[in-house]
Structures are given as structure tokens and as C-alpha cells.
């Protein structure tokens, strides 16, 4: 990490002449930047999340502590709160209810809060998953606490920046598209295999915590497979060695939708270790280490964020494909054990409580979800709250060139997938099974068309 604690340190550039002040320009006043972190991690045993149906993974050690952490930017009257947590999932009625408390303390609006999770697979369930592990009471408080406590903590710890810098790294040797289908997509949708990192650097560089961050990488946090220890996966392990380094930072996932760690393809499914989690961690970071990095202008740099609502299509069989549904999930859980009964059972669950919707007609022909847009000066960060696939992402990219945009998964909470069309012809897990997992209906094909329109309207209008 010598590269990174070499930036550190000379994060304010070349020494000034005494007495000379320095040259500014800063109408809407000095750019300040805090962070604060806040440890989440379950004190009772309790089901972790993900993986599959009724695993029963009650959790029998911590591998490493979960957090929330929270980075405040402020610039004049705009002050932006980005939390990041250490868990799969967040409902979006639980973010809701969380912003109306921010708004209410502290008076920033919710368009300027961004609350997102990593979808770490080793940590208890905050969100309610069709037999994808039980929630515990204790979850969802212990993490508004630790959120309220994060925050405060950044806001105690705000100062003035005095440099910025943009870092990006490739690391496509790390992931691999999951689908069967994947040789048919062109590489630039298959992975995003590009690190991003945004620095900024406050007095005393030299200091442990000086330098705050956020960091970005597309790639399931599912190292570790489905074993019985509390961790944050790969992402922890990244945001461990950067703190090594005198860098505070947050992740936040990118278009990690169809993107497995390679250990996956190596070692075969489930079966990486924690020295994996580590390993991958560690790498990430020395990639970053040994990019070059980008100043930033620190006199231009504005600070803005926004949120609306848009209307996804929602797919409602009928209730006759429901009954052939039900019918057959019934005879394959007699006819195969073990995991696949399993699977086949939760689809039984869900194709009756399929049937009762439908027959009640008050069923709704779209779900309404919440986007968000921040802009820290050139980077664009817009949050979905969804497992977003790679060539959504680079979709979306390519529309708002050269804006540099980091296209977020699960921020404000996830609802389903967000699979391009060519998933949903192909039936595959994410846009045929996992819908089932987070609620009743999946969505239309056109769904990726939907979300993209609406970040370009909204994008357009602004």
C-alpha cells in the first residue's frame, strides 16, 4: 500500500511560499468532508442471509465485524449523507422511514441522502427474503442506532478539503459473468471490471483518517459461500486495507447483477474461504494503490443530489399457468431431495400466494420505485435500488457520456434484479426465480428499457 499512503501524504501538493496565500475561488464556501463508522454486528446468534432456501445458517462466529459507515460532504447550504451498510438488503420502506427521521433531526433533504448496502451474503437479514433467512427484531434497530451514531460522529469529524483526486483500476481477473449465456454478450456488458475510487484529502495528511473515500466495484460479495460466519466479505476486506493505508472509505456495489468473484469459477461454487475474502480484498486495494491518480478541481467542485419515483411493468401470470406452476413444483418435490425439494417447495409457497393475489384483483400493474442522481463536481453516482446487471450499467453509461457516471446497485433499498432482455428470454435465476424470493411478480423484459428512459427524462429535465 505504498502508493496510496505516498498519495496521503503528499495530498496537499507542493509547499506554498510563507506569507503567499493560497489562490481560491470558492462562491458557495469551502468544501468540508467528515466520516464516522459505527459497528452493526449481530450480539445473539441469528440466521445469516442468502444462498439458498432454509440453509439454517445460524451464525457461529464473527470472521470480521459488520458496520455502517457514513461519509458527509457540505459545500455552502448543500450537505450530502451517504451511508453504506454492512448487510444484503434494505427494504425501501425502511429507508423511507429512516430519511423522514434524517429530514426531521436534521433537515436535509431526502434527495440528499444516500443510503445503500454492500449485499454482503454472510450478515443477518435486514430486508424480508421468501426463506432466504429469517429476520431477528434486534437487526433493523441496531442499525438505525449504529446509522444515527455514524453519522454524528461524521459530522463531528468535518473539515475543510484541501485536495481531491479520482483513482480507477481494472480488475477483470477478479470476476466472471455468471449466466450460461454469458459468451454471447459482448465483453463491455459482460463485467464491469473497472475499481473507482473518489479521494478527498484534509488537513494533516499525515494523519489516519485525513483522506476519506468512496469506492466502487461491480461484483457479488459472495466470496465466502454459504458457511456459518459473520463477514462482510470482499468489501470489508478492501475498506480494511485502505484504513491500513490512513484512508477512511465506503463502499458502494456497482453492477454486480451477473458478476461472481472468480474464486467461484476456480474453486468451484461455495467453496471460497475467508483467506479468499482476504486475498481478493488485498488486491483490489494494491490495484488501486498502483493507479495513477486524477486531481480534481477543488474551485468547481459542486455538490447536488435528486430522487423520484419511477413505475416498473410488472409480469402477472394467469391463474391457470399459476395452477400448472403449483402442479408441477408439487411433484418435483417428491421426486428430487435434499436442496432442490427445497426450491421446488418455496415454489409451491409462492405460486398459492401468486393465485390469491391474482384472484383479489386488486393486484397493481407496476411497482413504483425510488432513483437517485448525487453529483460530486464530475462524478455522477445514481442509485437503483436493485441487483443491476452489467450491460444495464454500461447502457446507462454510454447514454450520459462523458459525464462519469458509477451506477450503484441496492441503493435505497433492493426490490428484485434489474436483468437485461436477453436474461429474461433465457429464464435465468435473476429474471426467472429470484423475483419469487423478493416478493410475488417479477417484471416485464422491458423493465432495463424502463429504468433507462427514466434516468434520461430525469437527467434531461435537470
Known amino acids: 500500500m505504498a502508493g496510496l499512503r505516498q498519495a496521503v501524504r503528499h495530498a496537499h501538493g507542493p509547499e506554498r511560499r510563507r506569507g503567499t496565500p493560497p489562490a481560491r475561488s470558492t462562491p458557495k464556501g469551502d468544501l468540508r468532508c467528515g466520516f464516522g463508522v459505527a459497528d452493526i454486528t449481530p450480539r445473539k446468534p441469528c440466521e445469516l442471509a442468502g444462498y439458498g432456501p432454509d440453509l439454517g445458517r445460524t451464525w457461529d462466529e464473527v470472521l470480521d465485524p459488520l458496520f455502517v459507515r457514513v ?5 455552502g447550504d448543500v450537505r450530502l449523507v451517504i451511508g453504506s451498510f454492512d448487510v444484503l438488503g434494505l427494504t425501501p420502506a425502511w429507508v423511507r422511514r429512516l430519511k423522514r427521521e434524517i429530514t426531521r433531526t436534521t433537515g436535509i433533504g431526502p434527495g440528499q441522502v444516500f443510503l445503500a448496502a454492500i449485499h454482503t451474503h454472510s450478515a443477518p437479514a435486514a430486508e424480508p427474503l421468501r426463506h ?3 429476520q431477528v427484531r434486534e437487526t433493523l434497530p441496531r442499525m438505525e442506532r449504529g446509522f444515527f451514531t455514524a453519522l454524528s460522529r461524521a459530522e463531528r469529524t468535518l473539515q475543510p478539503v484541501v485536495g481531491m483526486s479520482e483513482r480507477s483500476a481494472r480488475a477483470a481477473t477478479l470476476l466472471f459473468n455468471r449466466d450460461p449465456f454469458a459468451d454471447e454478450v459482448s465483453p463491455e456488458e459482460r463485467t464491469d471490471p ?8 484534509s488537513p494533516g495528511a499525515r494523519a489516519a483518517g485525513a483522506t476519506r473515500a468512496l469506492v466502487t466495484f461491480g461484483c457479488h460479495p459472495v466470496v465466502l459461500g454459504p458457511n456459518r460466519g459473520v ?3 470482499y468489501p470489508g476486506a478492501l475498506l480494511g486495507e485502505l484504513k491500513a493505508a490512513g484512508i477512511e472509505a465506503l463502499f458502494l456495489l456497482g453492477t454486480h447483477g451477473d458478476a461472481d468473484p472468480i474464486v467461484q469459477r476456480r474453486k468451484g461454487w461455495g467453496r ?3 483467506a479468499d475474502v482476504t486475498q481478493m480484498g488485498r488486491t483490489l486495494a494494491s490495484r488501486l494503490q498502483r493507479s495513477r491518480p486524477k486531481p480534481l478541481a477543488l474551485e468547481s467542485f459542486s455538490l447536488a443530489g435528486s430522487q423520484w419515483n419511477a413505475d416498473l411493468p410488472l409480469d402477472i401470470p394467469s391463474l391457470g399457468s399459476l395452477r400448472r406452476v403449483e402442479d408441477e413444483a408439487r411433484r418435483k418435490v417428491q421426486a428430487e431431495p435434499g436442496r432442490q425439494a427445497r426450491m421446488h417447495a418455496m415454489m409451491v409457497e409462492w405460486a398459492r400466494e401468486a393465485q390469491a393475489a391474482v384472484r383479489s384483483r386488486t393486484v397493481p400493474r407496476t411497482q413504483q420505485v425510488a432513483l437517485q442522481l448525487l453529483r460530486l463536481g464530475p462524478v455522477h453516482i445514481l442509485g437503483i435500488p436493485m441487483e443491476v446487471y452489467a450491460g444495464v450499467g454500461a447502457r446507462l453509461r454510454e447514454a450520459l457520456a462523458p459525464r462519469a457516471l458509477w451506477v450503484v446497485s441496492g441503493a435505497n433499498g433492493t426490490v428484485n434484479y434489474l436483468p437485461t432482455p436477453l436474461a429474461y428470454e433465457r429464464g435465468v435465476y435473476s429474471a426467472h426465480f429470484a423475483p419469487k424470493i423478493y416478493g410475488v411478480f417479477g417484471y416485464r423484459p422491458t423493465v432495463s428499457d424502463v429504468v433507462v428512459d427514466s434516468v ?4 434531461r429535465i435537470r
Not at 461519509?71 to 459545500?75: D, P
Not at 473497472?194 to 484529502?201: D, P
Not at 434520461?456 to 437527467?459: K, N, P, S
Open 71 to 75: 461519509l458527509v460532504l457540505e459545500r
Open 231 to 233: 463477514s462482510a466479505d
Open 132 to 134: 432466504w433467512g429469517k
Open 272 to 274: 471460497g474461504t475467508h
Open 456 to 459: 434520461l427524462g430525469h437527467v
Open 194 to 201: 473497472t475499481l473507482k475510487a473518489l479521494l478527498f484529502h
